[in-house]
């Protein structure tokens, strides 16, 4: 065998006899059919190219002296910010505020239409028990009792009670910034004195906290981030008394495709309604207890690679084209059996 026919027998493209290579209505439709597919798998392979992918990775959280930013926007549709207020309590038992922490109360009317804004600057730091959940009101000033209410008072306690008559909410938003061990931070009416309080509401079970959490979140947002806690309601219908949400927040980090990193925190939580009844000390509170887990979690953006998208097109294609080349030649053999079995009951 000479060296000519050795070559023409490695061609892999062996050139097809004439009476294959006729043009066939099957053949046509069997194409249309394979285009269309090739078309729409090579459009879903492109966007699947063009995708970007996360890849979660998990280290121990080496990040220390920072601080924790609690991101606030809940309604109140019972209480009037008259009444309300925030504390922040860590570990260490301080009750501290940043310098730049900022939250705002909007007055709310029946409606739930805003009526009014306030700066909520009657935040000052305290020292609190550590274990100090029984009864907020006993650290006032017992000389209002001793000397009987100031005008101030009476004033404020006649435009709470319209207020409350009227049916006024508030909304508070804003965001704290404390510093990053585990503590709680709660939305009450603690800020009130023992006395004032008993006056304007009649006892604590009549504090209704019923609340609506449009957002918490504890740093900025990121791409499929889900916070547990948006949009949660709580409607109390009968006796009042305590919500506590345990909250376990994960450092997290985000790395864009740019290179940018987002550092953030995502959480976990479980919640804890404790009733009131008229012989407990304690009075009604919204409690927000937040620990953090010593393990970050990275979630990187990346997007898939080039030869890997043109291996997997040649794969869909090529695919595709050899499966409607095997289905116009069955066809074709059908229609052909067809053919000349009909035509050899004609001749008979």
């Known amino acids: 065998m000479g060296v000519k026919q050795v070559l023409k027998a490695l061609d892999a493209f062996p050139r097809a006899e004439d009476h294959l290579l006729q043009k066939t209505k099957s053949g046509a439709f069997v194409s249309i059919v394979g285009l269309v597919i090739m ?137 704290l910034d404390v510093q990053r061990v585990a503590g709680n931070f709660h939305i009450s009416v603690h800020g009130l004195n023992i006395f004032v309080a008993q006056m304007i509401f009649g006892g604590s079970t009549h504090v209704n906290v019923s609340h609506i959490i449009h957002d918490l979140s504890f740093g900025p947002k990121y791409p499929g981030i889900h916070n547990p806690l948006d949009g949660t309601e709580r409607i109390l219908r009968g006796a009042s008394g305590t919500f506590k949400y345990y909250i376990k927040i994960v450092p997290t980090e985000y790395r864009y495709l740019s290179k940018e990193v987002l550092p953030t925190n995502q959480f976990s939580v479980t919640e804890y309604f404790s009733p009131i009844n008229e012989f407990d000390r304690t009075w009604p509170a919204v409690y927000f207890l937040y620990d953090l ?48 079995k009909n035509s050899r009951s004609l001749v008979r």
């Open 39 to 175: 078309a729409t798998l090579f459009l879903h392979e492109l966007s699947y190219y063009l995708s970007t992918n996360t890849v979660h990775q998990m280290a121990v959280d080496l990040r220390r002296g920072e601080t924790l930013p609690i991101h606030i926007n809940m309604t109140f549709p019972s209480l009037p910010c008259d009444v309300l207020s925030v504390d922040a309590i860590d570990m260490s038992g301080k009750h501290e505020v940043d310098l730049d922490t900022n939250i705002w109360k909007l007055r709310l009317n029946s409606d739930g239409h805003i009526t009014g804004t306030e700066y909520l600057s009657d935040l000052v730091e305290k020292e609190h028990k550590h274990d100090d959940h029984k009864d907020h009101h006993e650290d006032s000033d017992n000389k209002t009792h001793l000397q009987g209410f100031d005008q101030d008072a009476e004033n404020m306690i006649k435009k709470v009670k319209q207020a409350l008559a009227n049916g006024e909410g508030c909304r508070v938003y804003g965001v």
């Open 293 to 340: 887990s010593p393990i970050t979690v990275t979630i990187r953006e990346e997007r898939r690679s080039f030869l890997h998208f043109i291996t997997r097109l040649c794969a869909v294609l090529g695919g595709t084209f050899a499966l409607t080349g095997m289905l116009d030649k069955w066809m074709y053999r059908f229609l052909e059996a067809v053919m000349k």
